[in-house]
DNA sequence: CACTAAATGGGCGATATGTCCACTTTTGCG
DNA sequence: CGCAAAAGTGGACATATCGCCCATTTAGTG
């Protein structure tokens, strides 16, 4: 990041957000929390059919967001805020002082979790390549590299290790095969163990 | 597959297609095959696109194709059944014979093959939830499974080990990552000794 | 209370979709 | 060899979404 002049002022001199537009903010997420579980994802969601529900303009909806995935995107982010603080701050094992292997069970855990409570979200903001593209990613992915390299295991397994969290994943294995979140839990629990735990690799 | 009153000619009594209609079917195949290839997925293709390419009507395009994903997935067709007839009747390691792991590791790398050669083609076919709808992963399914069976692990585990090989995945590793085909490979390769060799599963 | 700038929402042109139908080409048959 | 039925074709049409523009409204400020 380069900064030119820095401004003699405190901060970045945002003007601080009109009464009217933070109210229709609110509205827009509202709406659109609403749409994404109906839909069951982003598929058939489009920004007239959030407008609409908000009982907002288009144009309202395209000062904010230039597309459907960047509105899930926004009410995503306060839920996977929580778990990047646990993993910075918060106790084992998904925070640090557990080996490798267990802190990546937890955060696979964690983020089942999330899977199944907001998955019509994640699959409105991260379906496709757009997951790649999301800030977030890069955290998961450079947590998962630090633990594979604490465990001596090739750091470059990250997105493979990250793959199966991909909505679309989850999203078969639940409606498809029938799995519980909890045996998806599991299968992810067994991968950290035999991936991290044990002999180092030899390679 | 169960058959009602077989009828008394051979086979379905298909009419045999046109001469014009296999001119054009071949048309628009080698057309999309072109568009694909140049849109670098399914992104921004359209059927009206093709079409034009193919200096065909759209409507002779979706005489036979409902949509972009078939066509692709058409032409994947062909080079996918060529690994599936070497998992059925190759020579080892990715035709029987050789242990689980051997075997799984070998279908990786078939599988990397047809990504790095065609990864437009698949990312055209098999991008975010229409990859679960094709008849196609339903036998790399299977086949995971029979493999993950035989090496006593959770057969669970075939939707976890197949979504590394989600060609989203695959193009983030090769252009965002800089990652070779071989190093691609070479993890999946770690990944199937790490599951499927050794001691089996306790749990 | 008036004034400035942000915010809003309806409308517009462009593009894609999927279907329909009149016309053309191929094929089977007398 | 010619003809009729059937299969195939391609352009047109109605519909929907997109992304943007701009006249109007509304909130904050001195």
Known sequence: MSSEVAPPRVSVERPR????????R????????????????????????????????????YRRYPDTTSIAQALLDEHES???????????????????????????????????????LVLGAETGQARYRTGVYAFWRRHVEVLLEQAQAPKELA??????????????????????PEQVAANLEYLSRRVLAGSPAER
Chains 1, 2 share one sequence.
């Open 82 to 120: 929580e778990i990047q603080a646990g993993i910075l701050s918060g106790p084992p094992p998904l925070g640090m002082g557990a080996p490798p292997h267990e802190r990546l069970a937890a955060f696979y855990r964690a983020l089942v979790g999330l899977l199944e409570r907001h998955l019509h």
């Open 17 to 24: 957000e009109r009464a009217d537009a933070a109210r229709n």
């Open 159 to 180: 997105d493979t290790l990250m793959a199966p969290l991909a909505p679309e994943v989850y999203r078969y294995q639940r409606q498809v095969r029938g799995l519980t």
């Open 26 to 61: 609110a509205r827009v997420l509202a709406a659109a929390e609403k749409v994404f579980a109906e839909a069951g994802g982003a598929d058939g969601v489009t920004m007239e059919e959030i407008a609409r529900a908000a009982g907002v303009g288009r144009a309202t909806l």
